[in-house]
């Protein structure tokens, strides 16, 4: 399957990483490392995710890294997994 980043996921994660570079950049390269390694090993651990809890869709799962949550659907009918953003992790 093809992972595909959203615009939305992109801008945001632009907004996150500009905010990260002012405090420590060296924290910001480690943050953005893992998160690349996440996203490149979504096919083989997409078991281990659980449907999101902030959409009503059983196809849309939720990763949580460093307290943020990254939804993504799991599109079946394109073979892709789509990226759909990541916001700060609160609680319901």
């Not at 599109?75 to 997994?81: G, L």
């Amino acid at each position: 399957m093809q992972i595909v980043c959203s615009k939305e996921f992109i801008e945001q994660l632009k907004n996150i990483l500009v905010d990260f570079m002012q405090k420590d950049i060296n924290e910001t390269k480690k943050f953005k490392l893992y998160l690349d390694t996440v996203l490149y090993n979504l096919p083989t651990k997409v078991q281990k995710y659980k449907p999101s809890v902030y959409f009503d869709d059983d196809d849309i799962k939720d990763i949580e890294h460093e307290g943020f949550i990254i939804p993504f659907y799991i599109d079946n009918k394109n073979n892709k997994y789509v990226i759909l953003g990541i916001f700060q992790k609160f609680s319901l």
